[in-house]
């Protein structure tokens, strides 16, 4: 097992590990955020058939090739096609049919003018200038062709995608299942959030906080509650969490006299990969997986640290890429930016500091300042960060006005106060 690896070496290690799910159908009501897993090819043509784009009247452009508004043209109003009814007849030289928005082009009609374009007499309308051919005609299949590709496997699925699909009368689609993710908490100072925080105890929040964190991704938590802190315990609830696609503990995972986590994982079965990572918040990180077993491959585990930003640090950085990979993303990463330093950050050297910073839209730049204390048991600081900058390991000093690397985790920054428009 390796031990005090770099944070990009132990994401490495990470994703190398970490499958991608199989496939599942969902109806398109429940298929928004998934990613397709299939290819999507049209089984027929948007619009199916040419249609009017207007209220008006469908007719020969032949006709009217040469009204003015000197000389305006008179047709007669042979028929009527309301939306949703195909003509069963066709407009002849001389005539007009009556057509509203959506219905079916006629035969004979090449263009539609516009209701406001013709003046109406009883069954006659008067028409000023010539149409185009095609004129506010949609044309069949301008949109898609039957039997092209509209969609391919990996696409992740927004309103528009769900439209497209329903215009092209899909009711479901295949798309990548979503990891199951079992949560356990550990450790005997801690308490359900009804309980008694008193007497040194504190409310167990990690897994309620991890739960948010795999939920926000389009995961499944299944919570599996607070494991004491003795070997047995910990072996009884980490067993429950074994049929699940990721195993998360927080806690118990460092180095003290009561952390059993590791060894109960290795007496598992559990294949450790490395444990301590050279960052800040989260250095006693496990990660390991369970080999095939009886019902198809093992859950990938990641022994988390129990402070609480140290737990949300560490599954941001590793274990959301991983969670995204096995739903099929592509994109893994949250949106990096160049931003400027609002006040000098200092630290010792060795570990990659992930500092909780706010972010400002300042004369054209983005300027980061620090949440202040960067402790990692201080989880208010954490709830109001909204990016975290990437103090390099080798560094000790971020000047003010230097530049630095930060992971948006909250884009709300970039959010205007007025429309744009
Ligand atoms: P440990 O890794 O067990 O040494 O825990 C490190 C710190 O995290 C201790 O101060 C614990 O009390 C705290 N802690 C552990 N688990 C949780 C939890 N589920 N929620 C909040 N704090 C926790
Ligand atoms: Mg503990």
Redesign the pocket.
């Known amino acids: 097992m390796q031990t005090g690896i770099t944070p990009a070496q132990a994401l490495h290690r990470v994703l190398e590990h970490t499958p991608v799910l199989g496939t599942e159908t969902v109806s398109l009501r429940d298929c928004a955020g998934r990613i397709l897993a299939e290819s999507v090819v049209a089984g027929r043509a948007l619009p199916p058939a040419d249609n009017s784009a207007m209220d008006g009247y469908a007719v020969r452009t032949g006709d009217l090739a040469d009204a003015c508004e000197a000389l305006p043209i008179s047709l007669r109003v042979a028929f009527e096609i309301p939306a949703g009814v195909a003509p069963d007849r066709e407009v002849g030289c001389g005539e007009a049919a009556r057509i509203l928005t959506g219905a079916p082009l006629p035969r004979g009609a090449d263009a539609v003018v516009r209701q406001e374009d013709a003046e109406r007499d009883g069954d006659r309308i008067r028409v000023a200038s010539a149409p185009r051919p095609g004129e506010h005609v949609r044309r069949a299949g301008e949109d898609v062709l039957a039997g092209e590709e509209v969609l391919r496997p990996g696409v992740c699925l927004a309103p528009g995608h769900v439209g497209l699909l329903t215009s092209l009368g899909r009711g479901y689609v295949a798309v990548r299942q979503r990891p199951r993710v079992a949560l356990v ?3 005997d ?2 308490v359900e959030p009804d309980g008694d925080p008193g007497g040194g105890r ?6 309620y906080a991890l739960a948010a964190q795999c939920r926000e991704v389009g995961a499944e938590p299944l919570y599996l509650g ?1 494991a004491r802190d003795t070997p047995e315990e910990i072996e009884r609830r980490l067993r429950a969490g074994l049929a699940c696609d990721v195993l998360v503990s ?5 180095v ?1 006299d009561r ?1 059993y986590v590791r060894a109960v994982l290795e007496k598992l079965g559990c294949r450790l990969l490395f444990w301590g990572v050279a960052m800040k918040p989260g250095y ?1 990180l496990a990660f390991g997986r369970f080999g095939e077993n009886g019902n198809g491959r093992g859950p990938l585990v990641f022994g988390l ?4 930003v140290s ?1 949300m640090v560490t599954f941001e950085e590793f274990v959301r890429p991983a969670l995204l990979h096995m739903m099929g993303h592509t994109h893994l990463y949250r949106p990096t930016l160049r931003v400027r330093l609002g006040e000098t950050l200092r630290k010792a050297p060795g570990r990659m500091h992930f500092v909780r910073v706010v972010l400002a839209r300042e004369g054209g730049e983005v300027v980061a300042r620090s949440t202040g204390g960067q402790g990692s ?1 201080l989880l208010r600081s954490m709830a109001e960060a909204q990016a975290l900058l990437l103090f390099p390991a080798a560094s000790t000093e971020l000047r003010e006005g230097e530049y630095a690397t930060v992971q948006v985790l909250d884009a709300s920054f970039l959010a205007a106060d007025a429309p744009g428009f």
């Open positions: 908490s550990g450790g100072e801690l504190i409310v167990a929040s990690n897994a607070i927080s806690a118990g995972v460092s003290g952390d006693p640290p129990g402070n609480p737990a048991g």
